[in-house]
């Protein structure tokens, strides 16, 4: 890994008996804290971390907050909202290192947001020149065409969509997702090898959908592990994740915006 890269999709979880998880949610995982995130990607050779807000956390974001804090710099926050957060709050978030808001669509974890809260949360993070990271089965790329063509602001697609690799590149949500890399707004994460891979571990049924996802538009993709890895089908392997990255990015121009360069600019790195 080179200098500064950075793991664009990682959570936290708990601890439990600091940050309890909310009642409604629909897993509950072991507490995987911000020490065993810093262990992983000492191993890794990874010197930078987005952490995403996971559902079984909601919009209590203070476990995200409390490792930003502790990183000193280095990690940046994407945050749950509900849409009715002060403006201290939302600054505060800001100060502590937090980017952008993510909106789930996912049937498994409570299906699409109320829309018009979901406008309500885009505008807010308008205001604090944030993005907005979405959440996708395959179907909702098509599904809910207009509504992200609709987006003003810079947009992350998470996981390549969760397009299933065993349908191949031809299927009809993949290049929904090519088509909106056209949109000079669209950003995607590379992460979630191992959710699209048929095969498993070392994921390379996932490599092709990376790399049309990297060709279509290099400055504007991201990579990332997703560590912990929550509800995931078969057995992780974080280094098979890393190990995957050239074949994905084989010029070392293109690698090294992927890792650097464009999660630098994306997520405010200095």
Known sequence: MPKDACDAHVHVFGPSDRFPYVEDRRYSPKDVTKQDLAALHRILGIDRSVLVQPTCHGTDNRAMLDAL??????????????????????????????RGVRLNFLRHLGGAPDLTTARRVIDRAAE????VQLH????????????????????VIDHMGRIPAADGVNQP????????QELPNCWVKVSGADRISAQGS?????????????????????????????????P????????????????????????????ARLYGFD
Request: proline share 9%; charged share 25%.
């Open 69 to 98: 804090a502790w990183a000193q710099g280095r990690y940046r926050g994407v945050a749950l909202l509900t849409g009715g957060e002060s403006d201290g709050e939302l600054d505060g978030m800001a100060r502590a290192g937090v």
């Open 202 to 234: 070392p994921y390379h049924d996932a490599a092709p959908f990376a790399r049309a996802v990297l060709e279509r538009a290099p400055d504007r993709v991201v990579w990332g592990t997703d560590f912990p890895h929550p509800m995931l089908r078969l």
């Open 236 to 263: 992780p392997d974080n280094p098979a994740l890393v190990d995957l990255v050239p074949s994905i990015a084989e010029d070392a121009v293109v690698r090294h915006k992927l890792l650097v360069e464009n999660p």
């Open 173 to 180: 949500p993949f290049l929904a997702l090519l088509r909106l």
């Open 136 to 155: 996708f089965d395959a179907s909702g790329l098509i599904e809910f065409d207009d509504f992200i063509r609709a987006i003003e602001i810079p947009f």
């Open 128 to 131: 604090l020149g944030w993005h």
